[in-house]
């Protein structure tokens, strides 16, 4: 495996949550990490508290220019770029018959699109580096929750994306693997719930029977499963579960 020092990394959705936890565990090892993210507040703090090696830059993914200035930060902040983590996302919830277009449009372009075209600027980038790009799946497409139908479906299409891209980009050197949590507490969930702090890690935590493990995840152990693909010198097209056995469809008394 390539050595974790000085590596030089893009974490899309760094302000919190799993982006928060893979910026954190790869500044402690060495590595010059840029988050990005649309709340300049969030970003900040969190490259405030990692120190010099994170450096933060208010970006919306969804916007072209933001994309650009993303990418462009990182590769003078890092001086080259090792490997995205295309980790930012949103969720909507709703049964499928009170979901508006506008809705739909909005969480695919989040989701997918937007992850797709900051690929295409980090390619030429990556290429030079022999890189990695690991995109951000989701237990959803492993067990189906009522009302989740828009988020489930955008990290389907990850999935795939994730296999095409592997084949694609292949020839030029560049790794391209997806990692599937399990339930880890990230602010994504309050947002589609309306949840407090509180609330929400109860929430979670009540789902602890449902993984074979039985507990739920962190984003250190989420952090680890990025590392390995983004370093593995032989792993492209991998999905990675990652998720204490919550997809097994088990209940523990």
Not at 15 to 43: D, L, W
Not at 65 to 89: C, F, I, P, Y
Request: proline fraction near 2%; glycine fraction near 12%.
């Amino acid at each position: 495996m390539k050595p974790i020092e000085g590596l030089s990394v893009l974490v899309t959705g760094g302000g919190s949550g799993i982006g928060e936890g893979i910026a954190q565990f790869y500044v402690e090892r060495g590595a010059r990490v840029t988050i990005c993210g649309r709340r300049k507040e969030k970003i900040e703090a969190v490259a405030e508290r990692l120190g010099e090696n994170c450096l933060a830059v208010k970006a919306d993914i969804t916007i072209d220019e933001d994309r650009r200035n993303a990418v462009r930060t990182a590769v003078e902040h890092g001086g080259k770029l090792d490997v995205l983590v295309s980790n930012a996302g949103n969720m909507v919830r709703g049964e499928v018959d009170t979901l508006g277009e506008d809705q739909l449009i909005d969480i695919f372009n989040t989701n997918v699109i937007a992850g797709m075209l900051l690929t295409g600027l980090c390619k030429p980038h990556l290429a030079k580096q022999d890189g990695a790009i690991i995109f951000m799946g989701s237990i959803h497409t492993r067990r189906a929750f009522p009302g989740a139908s828009a988020y489930a479906a955008t990290k389907g299409a990850l999935e795939t994306l994730t296999r095409v891209l592997a084949a694609e980009l292949g020839e030029h050197n560049i790794r391209v693997n997806c990692v599937v949590p399990g339930a880890v507490l990230t602010e994504i969930y309050q947002r589609a719930g309306l949840l407090s702090d509180v609330e929400s890690a109860e929430r979670l935590q009540s789902m602890a029977s449902s993984h074979a493990l039985g507990r739920i995840g962190t984003n250190t152990e989420i952090a680890e499963a990025v590392d390995y693909l983004a370093r593995g010198e032989w792993t492209t097209g991998a999905i990675l579960d990652v998720d204490g056995g919550l997809g097994l469809g088990l209940t523990r008394d």
